[in-house]
């Protein structure tokens, strides 16, 4: 995956920008709040069709009516153009893949990209919630399936909970449980078992890059841990057929102290996923330098995931790394990233962070304004 040009329009601070990019590095550079989050941002609300943090409304540039993002990209060697419209007030935004319309859920994975940014830091010591998203969206990238899969398991827990609420007030009959428990056991057990295999195949990919950019000094183990272990019996496999069961046995075991508390008490929902450094818990006892790292592996290894998946890597946005990480790890990355031939949007303070020659495009961003500085090839 390849993007060639990226226009904007009315997007945060840039009234206009038409910017030319390097298949390799792309770096931009500038002091704080001129805009270099913003460009990357509009790259990644293109691949996901949501924004990171922000509303859409948020995204288009104040007092303007709606934002346009169009940029011109290859997917195994295929030129395509992807165009977004974003209404500032009411009203859908418009997606148009190579001039025809497309819907929201069509348009992604259309354009593969994958953002490292400050706030991804937090996801060690945020809520369980955080860690499952991360999955969920690592998931979605490489088996589009579990985006549908996941949708029905929520439903049916939305369901469930209700019934669970109208049981409780006297309104429905205990036993009409039954056939929820069956239809969210079968939903649990794809979600569960697909985000299993997910977590063994990150167990690979991420520990061999913590490796890499630690210099060999860091193990890094992935736990995919469900949720009350301590009150039920641990599953013997993860295979599909045998946690549907498992899941009916420990769902309909629980019907009393669900009905109670007006919500399911188990799944999927609730799991989480913990992380190691040379065997201690990165959470509690991981540096800085450490979090960071390990941060980056997990993005790294999310692109290699889309790799196996897609047959090529995404285009990977990287927000602000580079102050984070000692001289030595932000070689090892840069390595990385140039003999892999993955093409990279990097936002920066200071040049200083990169080595002098360095393969790519510099850019300097300058309130909302994008200065092209110097190419090397
Ligand atoms: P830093 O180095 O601090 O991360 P940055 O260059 O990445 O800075 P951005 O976050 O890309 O900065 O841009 C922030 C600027 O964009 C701010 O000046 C902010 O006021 C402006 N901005 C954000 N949203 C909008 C909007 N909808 N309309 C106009 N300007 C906006
Ligand atoms: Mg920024």
Redesign the pocket.
């Known amino acids: 995956m390849k993007i060639s040009a990226l226009y904007l329009r009315d997007f945060?601070?840039f009234e206009e920008l038409n910017l030319n990019l390097a298949d390799t590095i792309n770096i931009f550079l500038?002091r704080?709040?001129?805009?270099?989050?913003?460009i990357l941002e509009a790259v990644n609300f293109s691949a996901l069709g949501t924004a990171r943090v922000a509303k859409d409304s948020?995204?288009?540039?104040?007092t303007n009516d709606a934002a346009l993002i169009r940029i011109n990209f290859s997917k195994l060697d295929v030129s395509h153009v992807l165009a977004l419209e974003i209404p500032a007030h009411s009203g859908r935004r418009k997606i148009l893949l190579d001039g025809n319309s497309i819907k929201l859920r069509d348009c992604i994975g259309k354009l593969n990209a994958v953002m490292f940014s400050p706030e991804d830091l937090f996801i060690f010591r945020n809520s369980p919630a955080s860690r499952r998203k991360f999955l969920n969206i690592t998931l979605a990238q490489t088996a589009p399936i579990y985006f549908s899969e996941l949708a029905t398991y929520n439903r049916l827990i939305e369901q469930r909970n209700n019934l669970l609420k109208k049981i409780r007030e006297g309104t429905a009959a205990p036993n009409s449980l039954e056939i929820w428990n069956e239809q969210l056991a079968a939903a649990a057990a794809k979600v569960t078992a697909k985000r299993i295999t997910a977590v063994e195949n990150l167990n690979i990919l991420a520990n061999e890059m913590q490796k890499k950019i630690s210099a060999q000094s860091e193990n890094l183990l992935l736990v995919y841990e469900i949720h009350d272990l301590k009150n039920v019996y641990a599953p013997q496999n993860f295979n599909c057929d045998y946690l549907q069961s498992w899941y009916y046995k420990i769902f309909s075991s629980r019907n009393f102290i669900d009905i109670a508390r007006g919500s399911t008490s188990f799944g999927p929902h609730l799991d989480d996923l913990n992380f190691f450094i040379n065997g201690k818990e990165l959470r509690l006892y991981g540096s800085q330098g450490q979090l960071r790292t390990t941060a980056l592996a997990l993005k790294l290894s999310e692109i290699a995931m889309i790799k196996s998946a897609a047959g090529e890597y995404p285009v990977l946005l990287l927000d602000?790394v580079m102050s984070e990480l000692d001289a030595s790890r932000r070689e090892k990355l840069l390595d990385f990233l140039l003999t892999q031939k993955i093409q990279t949007l990097i936002?920066a303070?200071e040049r200083a962070y990169f080595p002098a020659q360095i393969c790519g495009k510099i850019f300097q961003?300058e309130n909302g304004a994008v200065h092209f500085e110097e190419e090397i090839s």
Not at 32 to 38: E, F, I, L, R, V
């Open positions: 945060r601070n500038g704080n709040a001129q805009g270099k989050t913003n948020e995204l288009v540039r104040w602000d936002t303070t961003v």
